[in-house]
């Protein structure tokens, strides 16, 4: 059900994240619902390096995952469900599917960047085994990240960097 995404179904995982930024509406996040997807030019080199991975438990994605080497780790830098299927194991079952394809790599840990105090963000992560990273442990491009998020403005609520 886990699977790697065909370049086909880049389009429809644009409208997917759009769908899985609903919720932040409702606790007072509209601009991060707002914010624009991953082009298909952006998501393409993901895909095309087996990188980007789907969940399809009827053929169509419902919720995926791409993920970068960051500071010698692997980054999940994305990972979205679709509303109609969270809570259902997607998203750890994704994450799951990062974690294997970084240990086959040799990557020794998973990091990602998330609002901590959003429900589904860091105390999510936590339960899946995360923790946050401290500042002073970022290598330059977990700090590039941090420092591009926030001169989009995504620090107008805490983020934290997460490790695991
Ligand atoms: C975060 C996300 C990927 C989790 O995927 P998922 O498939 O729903 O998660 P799982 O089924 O693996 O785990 C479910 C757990 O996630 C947390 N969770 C998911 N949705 C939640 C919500 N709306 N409110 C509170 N907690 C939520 C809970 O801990 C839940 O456990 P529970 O159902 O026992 O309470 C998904 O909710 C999502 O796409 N959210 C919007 C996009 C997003 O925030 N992406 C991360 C950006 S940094």
Known sequence: MIRLAHARELAALRELERAAGTPFREV??????????????????????????VAAPAGTPVAYLVADV??????VEQVSVRPSHARRGLGRRLIDAAAAWAASRGLPA???????DVPWNAP??????FRVLPAAAWGPELRAIREHEAAR??????RVAMIR
Do not use: K
């Open 28 to 53: 007072g996040m509209a601009e991060i619902a707002d914010d624009e997807p991953f082009s298909v030019a952006e998501l393409r080199p993901y895909q095309a390096d087996g990188r980007c991975w």
């Open 70 to 75: 960051v500071d010698g780790n692997g980054h």
């Open 110 to 116: 998973l990091t990602l960047t998330t609002f901590r």
């Open 124 to 129: 999510y992560y936590a339960r899946l085994g």
């Open 153 to 158: 403005g995504l620090d107008r609520w805490p």
